[in-house]
Nanobody, 118 residues
């Protein structure tokens, strides 16, 4: 099992910045990749950014150039630096980790609210 705990959400004005953190614990040695998802009421959870164990990153088009995903393997932490925030970035953000075995196993944090509003 993998436990994930997010922090760093909050209220920010348009154009502002936030950094989300995710602390991982448990059976983290075989994690193949991690990512950040977000969800708004009535919509499906959307992959925002991901990073593989080899460091390859991927972003949804709407956040390219504004968000940066990174991980600190020594501290077992995942980060999402969010700059130039827009009201449409408002959502609950979830930390995700996955392992590839017989099937893909996903692990989720509890989520952290990000609200972009003036």
């Amino acid at each position: 099992q993998v436990q994930l705990v997010e922090s760093g959400g909050g209220l920010v004005q348009p154009g502002g910045s936030l950094r989300l953190s995710c602390a991982a614990s448990g059976s983290i040695f075989s994690i193949n990749g991690m990512g950040w998802y977000r969800q708004t009421p009535g919509k499906e959870r959307e992959l925002v950014a991901s990073i593989t164990s080899g460091g390859k990153t991927n972003y949804v088009d709407s956040v390219k150039g504004r968000f940066t995903i990174s991980r600190d393997n020594a501290e077992n932490k995942l980060y999402l630096q969010m700059n130039s925030l827009k009201p449409e970035d408002t959502a609950v953000y979830y930390c995700n980790a996955y392992k590839i075995g017989v099937q893909i196993y996903h692990y989720w944090g509890q989520g952290t609210q990000v609200t972009v509003s003036s």
